[in-house]
């Protein structure tokens, strides 16, 4: 393995590792029920370019006011860290084939995936395929 991979792997792994720390804050302010924050994008892997990238990140909750604290909470921590964010709340009452990214993200911060968002993933999937079907013609 050469320098620039291993020192790629070493990074990513920090940034997991921090990522872990904020997973940790968060359920010990707010437990784990009731929310959840989707990682997505290059951040956690070695493809990201300190340069160029942020890091992607969706919450969802049913309360607003909730959202707001995490939010508050998470783009707190990257600040410190000088890190951009690209941060949003899942929206169910608009499906669309941008939140498929989140809702599909392999670093998933609880459990919490309740069935109103596995309906809304179903409609996000079915407005894709709109999409995909018009472009077929």
């Known amino acids: 393995m050469d320098q620039i991979s291993e020192f790629n792997i ?5 940034r997991i590792h921090g990522l872990i720390d904020l997973q940790k ?7 784990e029920k009731n929310y959840n924050v989707f990682v997505f994008g290059s951040y956690p892997t070695v493809k990201y370019d300190e340069t160029k990238s942020d890091v992607d990140i969706a919450v969802y909750t049913p309360d607003i006011e909730l959202y707001k604290k995490i939010a508050l909470e998470i783009e707190e921590f990257f600040s410190k860290k000088d890190i ?3 941060l949003f709340f899942i929206d169910l009452s608009f499906p669309a084939p941008i939140y ?3 809702l599909h993200a ?4 609880t459990d919490y995936y309740p069935q109103e968002l596995k309906t809304f993933e179903s409609k996000c999937n079915d407005a894709l395929k709109k999409i995909n079907e018009k472009m077929a013609v």
């Open 10 to 14: 070493n990074n990513a792994k920090a």
């Open 25 to 31: 804050r968060l359920q010990s302010l707010y437990g």
């Open 84 to 86: 951009p964010t690209d």
């Open 100 to 102: 498929l990214a989140p």
């Open 106 to 109: 392999q670093i998933q911060f």
